[in-house]
């Protein structure tokens, strides 16, 4: 199987900056796209930013300007640069892949555990 794992949030003031990763590990042929999603409370999740495997990324309108993903596909990460952080990026960080696993035709999608940003004075 695949497993996601996703480190570095926790507590930052307004303005602040932070760098979440994610680790992919298992029986990977390849990614495609990996991208980093966020849930906060009473709200559903929502796209961050996703990047292909060849680098062109996208990312939610309201963190342009501010958050800047990468990764690095001999190593199977991504990872999330946030800066001029709000209050409102508040939210469970998750990470997701798009996975070709070895001797598969398809591509099925994993997820981390999520980690929590919050961000407060």
């Known amino acids: 199987q695949v497993q996601l794992v996703e480190s570095g949030g926790g507590l930052v003031q307004p303005g602040g900056s932070l760098r979440l990763s994610c680790a992919a590990s298992?029986?990977?042929?390849?990614?495609?796209?990996m991208g980093w999603y966020r849930q906060a409370p009473g709200k559903q999740r929502e796209l961050v930013a996703v990047i292909t495997s060849g680098g062109s990324a996208n990312y939610a309108d309201s963190v342009k300007g501010r958050f800047t993903i990468s990764r690095d596909n001999a190593k199977n990460t991504a990872s999330l640069q946030m800066n001029s952080l709000k209050p409102e990026d508040t939210a469970v960080y998750y990470c997701?892949?798009?996975?070709?696993?070895?001797?598969?035709?398809?591509?099925?999608?994993?997820w981390g555990q999520g980690t929590q940003l919050t961000v407060s004075s």
């Open positions: 997701n892949a798009k996975v070709r696993r070895l001797f598969s035709y398809i591509e099925d999608d994993y």
């Open positions: 298992g029986r990977i042929a390849s990614i495609n796209v």
